[in-house]
């Protein structure tokens, strides 16, 4: 079934959208950190309707379940933090909107023009994450295992910026 | 349900297993000494890079991986160069050792080793997953190097504003490689070129859409090569950074930007550089950079008053010279390129390093410190006369024949195709903006010079750091009267990437 036509795409859309203006818009950085969980779980809802389960899976994971608790836990961490009230836009707002209204525009124009996506308009095979697993494991094993080297090399760097030195 | 592992050669692929394993042993050395060990870490560093390339030399070129991991003349060319850079940033770090950095020094140059492995194994990657994740690689490290002096204010906001600089101009090559990807409907690049071109024998049908892609491209690759509009960053961070690592920066950095712009957008997309495909055509876009690199980094530089600063708007300045070569994209340019990149290596890094010590030794980096400098130093302030002048392209230097090269192929070029006049333009503003440039590099030699005063700082001969500023002037000297093998080995590159002649 497309998924354009489906009600279950408006709805997550216009979640998806509200939040992110909450997001760069509320007075409380606590609840912009709770608004941003609220989009990125309805982005993932976006990929289960688009049959990439594994990538709504990986969504879930990686942006609500790490990178959106850890946002919450420097805020906590953080004396007052959730509590102040921040100011969120500054004199280059209305140059920013401008901007990003261009580009949306611009995308969104291009978008539609026909014929662009013939490359992917095969079906996705039934049991996309067993591809992708084999995918991972046989032809771009090594850019797998380039990235357990990338995650050491910002592990040490993290903990040798981070540590509190004796001297 | 039946694997199919590709056919892995580990023998091509040994210097950068051995570099990254190099690394840890550097690491684990500094915490089983108990982190007293001082200069030896450095020297350990420095052997490593040394037995990489040896190891390079010897597994010579062919492909692992299928076509994950390939070693042609180009990546052997720029890994090379790679080595060079983080030899000479490492060699130069050792007056840091003794004050500046007493903590994690394992760490420290591990990190720079690491980030070497990235810069190498992006200039063997010949697929966009692979490229991105070389890229990342390279600049992870870096961002925990610039901000290495955590009690300095301007070192941590050098860090973060790298951090923040690298993020966004991923994120921009990101969205532009996956246009690019839905565009040809694979990562491979030589692939692409095929699929593109396919696709675009019927134009209309695909649109703007590659243009968006090429722009993203472009933005986020000219944040990695300090391009205008995307240079702010550099002068700061240079500033803010251990000048080793700004000199990493500029160098080892710089040409790894280059082989990933010179991967994607010639043996990805020269399918653009063409009449057909006019309006997605990459050529005029980064003409107009390279021309605002030259103009405006060699204007922003006559004003510093810090050297570091300085040497960074003289690197946007250089960036913009180089891309004359990328833009004129016939077999000349790309061996231009190369060779420009060569030769920029021993006269930036041998710059830095003579400011590193200056710095170790004093504690300045004003401009107007090295007042009579040659009275007290003259090693030092010879070498530096020297390598400013090969910045500035003067005979019978290195730099001079590297620029040389890089205009030569553009009025070629220019010449060959009816469409590319706008190449002599570019050419005019080179040669122009190349005077501009000599009078901020003489005026330095002017205050090192032409002076009464005796400058009270003395530079130490004999230290590690000197002897990389002998290697530097080596290179400078050696390769300006006798460039020959280097050229030779740089005519096999353009045939590496691709580059189809018209």
Known sequence: MDASVSPVFWILAAVIILSAIAVVSLKNIFHCALFLILCLFSVAGIFILLHAEFLAAAQVLIYVGAVAILIIFAIMLTTNLASRTIQQVNKHALTALFGCALFVLAMVGLFRQSGVWNWTQTALPDENVLTIGKLLMTKYMLPFEVVSVLLLAALIGAIALAREEKS | MEFQLPDFDLRVMMPEIFL???????????????????????????????????????????????????????????????????????GSSFGLLRQKIQHHRGEFFGLILLSTVGMMFLAS??????????????????????????????????????????????????????????????????????????????????????????????????????????????????????????????VGSKAAGLIAFAKIMINGLQVFYDQVMAPSDWGILVAVIASAAMIWGNVAAIRQANIKRML???????????????????????????????????????????????????????????????????????????????????????????????????????????????????????????????????????????????????????????????????????????????????????????????
């Open chain 2, 125 to 250: 990657s010949n697929e966009l997953l692979s490229l991105y994740i070389g890229l990342e690689l390279t600049t992870i490290p870096l961002f925990v190097c610039a901000a290495f002096f955590k009690d300095n204010r301007l070192s941590v906001e050098a860090g973060i504003k790298y951090l923040i600089i690298g993020a966004f101009s991923s994120a921009l090559l990101l969205y532009g490689l996956s246009l690019l990807y839905g565009l040809s409907g694979t990562t491979d690049l030589l692939q692409m070129r095929i699929n593109i071109a396919t696709t675009h024998l019927n134009f209309r049908e695909i649109g703007m859409l590659p243009m968006i892609s090429v722009i993203m491209l472009v933005a986020g690759l000219g944040f990695k090569l300090a391009l205008p509009p995307f240079h702010q960053w550099a002068p700061d961070v240079y500033e803010g950074s251990p000048t080793p690592i700004a000199a990493f920066l500029s």
């Open chain 2, 312 to 502: 960074a708007y003289s690197s946007i300045a250089q960036a913009g010279y180089i891309m004359i070569g990328m833009v004129a994209l016939n077999e000349l340019g790309m061996a231009a390129v190369s060779f420009y990149m060569f030769t920029y290596l021993f006269a930036n890094m041998g710059a830095f390093a003579v400011v590193a010590i200056f710095e170790d030794t004093t504690g300045s980096t004003q401009i107007s410190s090295y007042n009579g400098l040659a009275k007290t130093s003259p090693f030092h302030a010879a070498s530096m006369s020297v390598f400013l002048l090969s910045l500035a392209g003067i005979p019978p230097l290195a730099g001079f024949f590297a620029k040389y090269y890089v205009f030569a192929s553009a009025i070629k070029m220019a010449g060959a195709a009816d469409d590319k006049s706008w190449l002599y333009w570019l050419v005019g503003v080179g040669l122009l903006t190349s005077v501009f440039a000599l009078y901020y590099y003489a005026n330095i030699i002017k205050t090192m010079y032409f002076t009464t005063d005796e400058s009270p700082y003395r530079l130490s001969v004999a230290s590690p750091g000197s002897a990389m500023v002998l290697i530097g002037l080596i290179g400078v000297l050696l390769f300006g009267l006798y460039p020959t093998p280097i050229l030779e080995f740089a005519a096999g590159i353009p045939e590496a990437l691709g580059v189809v002649v018209p």
């Open chain 2, 20 to 90: 990254f394993l190099w690394a840890l042993v550097v690491i684990t050395f500094d915490l089983s000494t108990k982190r007293r060990s001082g200069a030896a870490v450095a020297y350990l560093a420095m052997f490593g890079l040394v037995i990489t390339g040896i190891l390079l030399a010897v597994a010579g070129t062919g492909a692992g991986f299928g076509a994950m991991f390939f070693n042609d003349a180009a990546s052997i060319f720029f890994k090379v160069i790679f080595l060079g850079a983080a030899f000479m940033a490492i």
